[in-house]
């Protein structure tokens, strides 16, 4: 059985093309390469014995080349193509084992699709191509209407409700495709390659799009792209495939920072490690922390004492405040009743701990006070100086410390 926190569940998927493929499985096994078998046999690999589990809500990128076997696999998980052998599980749930009738359930409550060429309905307005999942289904009438009105709007095409297919961007109707897909409230996306067909500046568009969308939706993505930089920026973890086969599964980081071998080394080489490296990599201790409710006095004096420029402020709980610089401190210090939380910046620049390196330098571009970086309690974790943060992303390729340590 599954584990319950896995979504998706592949174990030993093989996929073989050709009119018997279950008599070339023995060669294939013993070593035969793509090539060998399709000069012998006439049979061609697309998957090759892949297994990966997929937690609940993360987003599971599949990356690879044309002809790695991506696109196959994703088919084989909504069982628009059958595997010649391995098990497919959504929840606990081989999808093999399903009947005709399970499988049409899957797909219309469960699980849905968002494809490269979008698929949408030429003849039909923007709002009825996002009700068609909801129609199919069997959905009334308001509430067909309800859901596809909050998916159009989720995705920034209120207004074009009325609209025709032809008279829409592609960017707009790549929206719509994932309008469409959003309005049935499937628990899991599978995205086939859904930007690539779009100009590379509405990809990026499209891409942020993405970002900001999955923070609301809280859904179990695979997500098949070419695109490696698109893969380390959108996915939770990467499966680069080559030949059929996985031949790197982790984090943006752990690919880019520990390549598995020359093929994947060579994919990354060129990839600023700023865009994937998060900031947890380069805490450092902020020298002085003080309470809200702490005179100005006590706060300039730990300041001097530390030989700190500025002090990161919090409250009872340990809620961050804000900041203060020795030069506020300094400008307040004939009033004896003031509290530091009172002349405090609350403006300061903050950030998670999984903020890339490149948005954190972006943040303190003009900042004399160092990024603070917070938990999702608005705790503070430590923080992070511009200095740092220009070390880690160096021309040198390697990931340095805030002081020049690895």
Known sequence: MADKNHKIRCQ????????????VLELVENGA??????EQTGHVIAIRNVSFAVQENEVFVVMGLSGSGKSTLVRCINRLMEPTRGAIYIDDVDIAQMNDQE?????????????????????RTV?????????????????????????????????????????????MQQRVGFARALAVGSEILLMDEPFSALDPLIRRQMQ??????????????????HDLLEALTLGDRVAIMRDGEIVQLGTPEEI?????????????????????????????????VITEEQPVKAALKEMEKKEADFA?????????????????ALAAKGNESVKVGEIADKECPTAPPNATLEHCLQLVAESDIPLAILDERQH???????TAIIQATGVNGTLNGANGKR
């Open 312 to 328: 990161f402020i919090v409250d009872s709980n340990g809620i961050f405040k804000g900041a203060i610089t020795k030069e506020n």
């Open 33 to 38: 390469s793509k090539q060998e078998l399709l």
């Open 256 to 288: 880019v920072t520990n390549p598995s071998d020359d093929y994947v080394r060579e994919f990354v080489k060129d990839v600023p490690r700023g865009k994937v490296v998060p900031v947890s990599n380069i805490i450092e201790e902020p020298l002085v």
């Open 208 to 225: 942020e799009e993405f970002l900001n969308l999955r923070e609301q939706l809280k859904k179990t993505v695979i997500f098949i792209t």
């Open 127 to 171: 709002f009825d191509n996002v009700a068609f999942g909801l129609e199919v289904r069997g959905d009334k009438r308001d509430e067909r209407h309800k859901k596809s009105q909050e998916a159009i709007e989720l995705v920034g095409l209120k207004g074009w409700e009325k609209s025709r297919i032809g008279e829409l961007s592609g960017g």
């Open 380 to 386: 503070l974790q430590g923080m992070v100086t511009r």
């Open 12 to 23: 030993e998927v093989w996929k073989i093309f050709g009119p018997n493929p279950e008599s």
């Open 103 to 123: 499988l049409r359930e899957l797909r219309r409550h469960r699980l849905s699709m968002v494809f490269q060429s979008f698929g949408l309905l030429p003849h």
